[in-house]
């Protein structure tokens, strides 16, 4: 199994990990691992539905874009308000 070494972590970050590890009743080690997980499956969760959202965007047809009013008229607009 690889060895993962952290080196100069603050000791805020330190007692915060160890605080939490100590009430899930796991080692240091242990609940990184768990942190660790949650964290990059989270994110890999966020990329991958920005992916769809860009998707969903892309599949959108807009070929008359003259209808659609000019941004710069919208933003003058609401700075008249």
Same mark, same amino acid.
């Given at each position: 199994? #690889?060895?993962? +070494?952290?080196?100069? %972590? #603050?000791? =805020?970050? $330190? /007692?915060?990990?160890? @605080?939490?590890?100590?009430?899930?009743?796991?080692? %240091?080690? +242990?609940?990184?691992?768990?942190?660790? *997980?949650?964290?990059? /499956? +989270? @994110?890999?969760? $966020? @990329?991958? *539905?920005? @992916? +769809?959202?860009?998707?969903?965007?892309?599949?959108?047809?807009? /070929? /008359?874009? !003259?209808?659609?009013? =000019?941004?710069? =008229?919208? %933003?003058? !607009?609401?700075?008249?308000?």
């Amino acid at each position: 199994m #690889p060895l993962l +070494q952290v080196r100069d %972590i #603050p000791e =805020d970050l $330190y /007692n915060k990990l160890a @605080k939490v590890a100590k009430e899930e009743n796991r080692s %240091i080690a +242990q609940e990184t691992i768990v942190l660790l *997980r949650e964290v990059l /499956n +989270q @994110k890999e969760g $966020y @990329k991958m *539905r920005r @992916k +769809q959202v860009l998707k969903e965007i892309k599949a959108i047809n807009l /070929n /008359n874009t !003259e209808i659609l009013p =000019d941004p710069a =008229d919208l %933003i003058r !607009e609401d700075r008249d308000r």
